[in-house]
């Protein structure tokens, strides 16, 4: 741990002593320390939106990898001597955290712990970089402010000045005629001594001086498409995102849209990386499918239907049912300090948005807490592989996993923690059995951060779950299927249809009224009328069929009440795979 902390330290230290920090570096997920600075405590991310705007010079930063490299052979030295543990005085670390801006009280709370240091690093990069986005940008050009703006020529036009005329006339490119033409007109041979490249970096930032500043509207715009595109979830949102960008491309430069130059960069920039991103997920996503498809042939329903999401570490997750596949419903949450005020963030598909110092769309659990979700449109089920996939933020705190068919009787599936994500259930199930909730409990183990943060739940294993009310399909106590019920089946078809092939198993279920046999026969009977029903209305020969009668055996609420009783009489239509 104190090996982690040093590392973690000294990649702080070097971050606050840096004079030009890398905007194009995120330090939202740590990685192999290993590896360097940039794996003890950042990885690669999507830049920010101005970074096309500021160009900065580079300087040595050979103290600072001396620094990283002191500490790391540190502990590398202590670990070829086989010592026991690793002797790092705590002052020591704290004075030198403090000599670099860190207060002392902050430190000796943190100092114990790499997952609160790496927060404390993030919030200094992001007021080195807010500080460093109000200052007046560095710029790569061998001319001075002075020497561009000074009107003490022969001709009394300014250097600044003649570049406007001629970028106004020839366009923004540099070229020797018009770095000649920009010397006459100020009657100078500065801008004639520079070679095309500096001459650009020139006439790029007297441009950018002087061009229309973006609205309130467009800035507002820009960081949105900031944050979309620093985290796409699915092929599908990089998709949408590509397609708006290119929309937006296309009505600007066709003047349907008036853009301030800068906002036009930004689309352009943006469109770039979203480029870079939707290619590199598509490639992942078809592997991820071919791999779920070689493992589960009767489960792959189709490319309309399956999505590919981004998870844990940057992992392609493959979902056969897609958007169908998460969690619907949150049954119980328990918080030990009653902040449940964001559980439903966990419903739904992966929404997460992470900046430097928060992030938005997930539930943090707390060291104890519960959650229980509820599938209502679809069920969890065994299929060969992961079953169950925990959109989470960072690395998985260890939690404890449970399973239920009917929210009361529940099987304990174990622990999970680490970087796994993903779970398979098979050793605890049996064959098709569906699951219908879930239950995590944070185990209260040591660790940096307070409880698991869940973004989504998804069933990688899942059936489709339709439900009818009886009342609608059926006169009280018959089974033959009323002309609203015919209607109601026929908005079904698409639904099921949707997914090319399956197994469709139509379940009849009553409440307590009347006896056993007479529910469990009046439930089998329904199940046939609306299974011949739907073959009607399915001719595929991809479907099979199966109905079944459970009567007044699973019920899904208390028959305590005649609201309670009318949903337990019910049709449940279930599609899984073959």
């Keep these: 741990m104190k090996k982690i902390v040093l590392l973690l330290a000294i990649g702080f230290i070097m971050y606050s002593c840096g004079n030009s920090p890398d905007k194009s570096k995120d330090l939202n997920n740590p990685s192999d320390l290993n590896s360097g600075l940039n794996s003890a405590i950042n990885q690669e991310s999507v830049p920010s939106i101005n970074d096309a705007d500021n160009i900065s010079n580079?300087?040595?930063?050979?103290?600072?990898?001396?620094?990283?490299?002191?500490?790391?052979?540190?502990?590398?030295?202590?670990?070829?001597?086989?010592?026991?543990?690793?002797?790092?005085?705590?002052?020591?670390?704290?004075?030198?955290?403090?000599?670099?801006?860190?207060?002392?009280?902050?430190?000796?709370?943190?100092?114990?712990?790499?997952?609160?240091?790496?927060?404390?690093?993030?919030?200094?990069?992001?007021?080195?970089?807010?500080?460093?986005?109000?200052?007046?940008?560095?710029?790569?050009?061998?001319?001075t402010k002075e020497q561009l703006a000074s009107k003490k020529t022969p001709t009394g036009v300014s250097l600044e000045e003649a570049i406007l005329i001629v970028q106004a006339e020839s366009g923004p490119e540099a070229t020797m005629a018009k770095l000649k033409t920009i010397d006459s007109l100020a009657g100078t041979n500065m801008m004639s001594q520079l070679d095309l490249t500096e001459a650009g970096y020139v006439m790029g930032d007297v441009e950018r001086k002087h061009e229309v500043k973006p609205s309130d509207e467009e800035e507002q715009k820009m960081k949105e498409l900031q944050d979309k595109s620093r985290q796409m979830h699915s092929e599908k949102e990089s998709r949408e995102l590509l397609a708006e960008l290119e929309a937006t491309e296309?009505?600007?430069?066709?003047?349907?849209?008036?853009?301030?130059?800068?906002?036009?960069?930004?689309?352009?920039?943006?469109?770039?990386?979203?480029?870079?991103?939707?290619?590199?997920?598509?490639?992942?996503?078809?592997?991820?499918?071919?791999?779920?498809?070689?493992?589960?042939?009767?489960?792959?329903?189709g490319?309309?239907?399956?999505?590919?999401?981004?998870?844990?570490?940057?992992?392609?997750?493959?979902?056969?049912l897609g958007p169908l596949s998460f969690a619907d419903e949150v049954v119980h949450v328990n918080h030990p300090q009653l902040l449940t005020q964001e559980v439903n963030n966990v419903l739904g598909e992966p929404d997460v948005i992470e900046s430097f110092d928060d992030a938005t769309g997930i539930y943090s659990l707390g060291l104890g807490g519960t959650l229980t979700i509820r599938f209502t449109d679809n069920a969890l089920v065994d299929v060969n592989g992961p079953d169950l996939y925990l959109f989470e933020i960072g690395q998985l705190e260890p939690t404890e996993l449970e399973i239920s068919k009917d929210g009361k009787s529940w099987i304990k599936i174990?622990?999970?923690?680490?970087?796994?994500?993903?779970?398979?259930?098979?050793?605890y199930v049996k064959p098709n059995d569906l699951f219908y909730y879930v239950r995590f409990k944070d185990l209260k183990e040591k660790s940096g951060i307070p409880g698991a943060d869940v973004d989504a739940i998804a069933a990688i294993g899942s059936a489709m779950r339709l439900n009818l009310d009886s009342q609608v399909l059926f006169d009280t106590g018959k089974s033959e299927l009323k002309p609203a019920g015919i209607n109601a089946l026929k908005e079904l078809v698409n639904s099921i249809t949707i997914l090319k092939k399956g197994k469709v198993i139509v379940e009849g279920h009553t409440d307590d009224v009347g006896s056993d046999a007479t529910n469990k026969a009046l439930s089998l009977a329904r199940a046939k009328s609306v299974s011949?029903?739907?073959?009607?209305?399915?001719?595929?020969?991809?479907?099979?069929?199966?109905?079944?009668?459970?009567?007044?055996?699973?019920?899904?609420?208390?028959?305590?009440s005649d609201e309670n009783r009318s949903k337990n009489r019910r049709v449940e239509i279930l599609v899984v795979p073959n």
């Design 58 to 143: 580079k300087k040595s930063s050979s103290e600072l990898n001396d620094l990283f490299n002191m500490g790391k052979n540190m502990v590398e030295g202590s670990t070829s001597n086989g010592d026991v543990d690793f002797q790092l005085d705590p002052e020591m670390l704290i004075d030198m955290l403090v000599a670099n801006g860190v207060s002392r009280e902050s430190m000796e709370k943190l100092i114990n712990n790499p997952d609160s240091l790496k927060v404390l690093a993030q919030q200094a990069m992001k007021e080195r970089l807010e500080a460093r986005d109000n200052e007046e940008p560095i710029l790569k050009r061998k001319l």
């Design 250 to 301: 296309q009505a600007i430069a066709s003047g349907t849209l008036k853009a301030s130059p800068k906002y036009q960069r930004a689309i352009a920039y943006r469109k770039k990386t979203v480029t870079h991103f939707h290619k590199d997920i598509v490639r992942k996503s078809e592997a991820a499918k071919r791999k779920f498809k070689a493992l589960n042939p009767d489960l792959f329903y």
């Design 303 to 320: 490319d309309d239907v399956g999505v590919s999401y981004v998870g844990n570490l940057n992992k392609t997750v493959y979902l056969p």
């Design 414 to 427: 174990g622990k999970i923690d680490g970087g796994v994500a993903e779970v398979d259930i098979a050793p």
């Design 532 to 560: 011949k029903a739907l073959r009607q209305l399915i001719p595929s020969t991809e479907f099979k069929w199966q109905e079944k009668g459970y009567g007044e055996s699973k019920p899904i609420v208390e028959n305590d």
